[in-house]
């Protein structure tokens, strides 16, 4: 059987070049993993102590017990929250790096960064109550930077994380408390959970499934933070016209892709590029430097300034592939290994920058806020460097971009409403719901699997959404999908939006100085940036009197893959949120387990997963929760 690969029409150019050149792939190296194991489909294998590896059989017929004892409910409810703390602790190690160098910025030690966004700053020292009056900007800076430490630090359990409490609705927190899930110290949660899990330790699927709940409202957290002091550091996000897939990297430019999560490493990359156009210039580069993003840094630097998205994550191979990538300039997570392999075929330039994150064959420039100018300035000159043994014959670059237009954040969402409703921006978006011009809201959000042909369950569900005139916002690879199949253009709103939701966009988009529609898809940023949906739909559920789990919301992460999007889609769920899987969970060898997140956690919370791999079913599904939450709505 031959399963379509992709549906990124740069891979179809870039697959076969890739073959003739001996190159795998990560869908080489998919089809060489067939068949995988069914025990780890099911999430029924344990190998947390060296007594194992055990597995449940599933069928009945051999073991039901590991060697300790523990059961299959045991051992998948363990599974399942170990990679809810990993995604916890990826997400929150890049919120701590971000606030610790808030605190560098205030105490005045970190020359290469600013506070681009004073009134950001000011907007949440306010959410978190920091009294401002007569306080200079640093000394803002440094409380900010201060309150946010404190979530990795009190050891008060009763009391709750300073972000999380300043950021949901007062019945969520209420709810969450009642269930002993609210997180009062993001490090403290992760290791519970590791601790927890240990062999010998809590066997209570129930037990173990709250705590991976309040293991990944701790996610919610450092996302949160992430997410706001970035905006403080770097700015927050307004539309900008950009353009996105394989065809934004240049055949005249040093191109260096900045690939990863962080931005603190890219932002200073950007600013670098600038001063140092004139020396690729000079080694030939008639455009000079072109920076183009990858994963969610792509993201980060996508929605601040414009930078073009050239892949997401299935195809940051194929980016090398091109034979014009100089360097590529990665930071953490969702990097492939293989690239310093595939990088090494061509003159490519890989290079880590972060201490916990190095890859055999690459080269390794250690990044440091203190020294951040200097590190850019060297991976900058490497890729003039390496630029200068690019071999022209080897360059394919695909005719393949589109236009997006993309920075979404909450404080843009506002301002374009507010140019219809000035004293009362969420009025608007509200009176249609309400009236029905607008279904409800769908965010799209996660990564990309081998599991689904590349982008295309983001791109039908999308499509089908959008004709029964659902709002649509999107976060990481899948806003990359988005960007990349011209899903984030005033076109696509024309050709594929519902009548009724067609005209709200135009009326935003015409009176927001668009000249026209808002795009179809709303590109709220990276997948750190999911809490920037929460904190629209936080604002309409206060304005309304409800909680979260009564608005006609839905989110969906069709091509699910990394731990994080595990930790996402289960604090989508705890805040009350029906969230659609694409690919299938490693739960479904515990009948318990499954019931758990998939129905009782709508008496518990009100959201619940809800697993559908077919995306055209998947959206009927959503739309009929979106209507569900309509009639109980009363409208
Ligand atoms: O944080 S969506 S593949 S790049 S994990 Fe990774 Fe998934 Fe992409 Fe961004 Ni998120
Ligand atoms: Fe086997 Fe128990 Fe050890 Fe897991 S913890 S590997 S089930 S003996």
Redo the contacts with the bound molecule.
């Keep these: 059987m031959t399963m379509k690969l992709s549906t990124d029409p740069s891979a179809a150019t870039l697959l076969p070049i890739a073959k003739k050149e001996g190159i795998a792939t990560v869908w080489d190296r998919h089809r060489a993993m067939q068949p995988q194991c069914g025990f780890g489909q099911l999430g029924v294998c344990c190998r947390i102590c060296w007594k194992g590896p055990c597995r449940i059989d599933p069928f009945g017929d051999g073991p039901q017990r590991g060697i300790c004892g523990a059961d299959a409910d045991t051992i998948v409810a363990r599974n399942v929250i170990r990679m809810i703390a990993a995604g916890a602790a990826g997400h929150s190690e890049h919120g701590r790096h971000v606030a610790l160098a808030l605190q560098g910025v205030a105490e005045g030690r970190l020359p290469a960064y600013q506070i681009r966004d004073e009134a950001k700053l000011r907007a949440v020292a306010a959410k978190l109550d920091i009294c401002t009056e007569g306080e200079d900007i640093p000394a803002i800076a440094a409380a900010v930077a201060k309150a946010t430490l404190e979530d990795f630090q009190n050891q008060d359990h009763d009391v709750p994380c300073n972000w999380i409490e300043a950021t949901l609705t007062k019945k969520r927190l209420e709810r969450l408390q009642a269930l002993h899930v609210l997180p009062h110290n993001i490090d403290a949660v992760i290791t519970q959970i590791m601790g927890r899990t240990l062999v010998g330790c809590d066997a209570d699927p129930v037990n173990l499934i709250l705590g991976g709940i309040k293991g990944a409202l701790a996610d919610f957290n450092g996302m949160c933070l992430a997410t706001e002091l970035s905006d403080a550091l770097f700015g927050a996000p307004a539309p900008v016209v950009t353009a996105a897939n394989l065809g934004v990297i240049k055949q005249d430019a040093v191109n260096i892709a900045v690939h990863g999560?962080n931005p603190l490493l890219s932002e200073v990359v950007c600013e670098v590029a600038g001063q140092m156009d004139e020396e690729a210039r000079k080694a030939g580069a008639k455009e000079g430097i072109n920076i183009v993003g990858i994963?969610?840094t792509g993201n980060e630097v996508m929605v601040r300034h414009g930078i073009p998205l050239a892949a997401?994550?299935l195809s940051q191979e194929l980016a090398l592939v091109t034979g014009a990538v100089d360097a590529m300039v990665v930071d953490v997570?969702?990097i492939m290994p293989s690239v310093s392999e595939i990088g090494a075929c061509f003159h490519t330039a890989v290079i880590t920058t972060m201490a916990e994150n190095k890859i055999p064959g690459a080269t390794h420039v250690d990044f440091k806020e203190e020294t951040a100018l200097e590190n850019a300035r060297r991976i900058v000159a490497t890729a003039i460097d390496a630029y200068k043994r690019r071999d022209p014959r080897r360059v394919n670059i695909p005719d393949f971009k589109q236009t997006a237009i993309v920075g979404f954040g909450v404080e843009s969402v506002l301002a374009a409403l507010a140019t219809l409703n000035a004293e009362d921006p969420l009025q608007p978006l509200i009176e249609n719901i309400a009236n029905g011009n607008i279904r409800g809201i769908a965010l799209f959000?996660?990564?990309?699997s081998t599991q689904v042909a590349q982008d295309s369950s983001f791109v039908t569900m999308a499509k089908k959404l959008a004709a029964n005139n659902v709002l649509m916002l999107a976060t990481?690879?899948?806003a990359g999908s988005f960007a990349k199949h011209g899903l984030m253009t005033q076109e696509a709103t024309l050709e594929y939006a519902g009548e009724s939701l067609k005209a709200v966009l135009t009326a935003i988009g015409t009176s927001a100085g668009l000249n026209g529609p808002l795009p179809l898809v709303l590109h709220m940023g990276?997948?750190v940036d999911n809490s920037r949906a929460v904190q629209v739909a936080v604002a309409v559920a206060d304005k309304l009197g409800v909680d979260l789990d009564q608005l006609p919301l839905v989110a969906s992460a069709p091509e699910a893959?990394?731990e994080?999007?595990v930790a996402i889609g289960t604090w989508s769920v705890a805040l009350g949120i029906p969230t659609h899987l694409g690919t299938m969970p490693q739960v479904t060898g515990s009948a318990k387990v499954t019931e758990l997140l998939t129905q009782t956690a709508k008496d518990l919370l009100g959201g619940y997963f809800l697993v559908e791999l077919d995306p055209e079913v998947a959206a009927d599904k959503l739309l009929e929760v979106i209507e569900e939450r309509r009639k109980g709505l009363g409208i």
């Design positions: 999560h994963c969610c997401n994550y997570q969702c959000a996660g990564c990309n990481g690879c899948g990276s997948c893959m990394s994080k999007a």
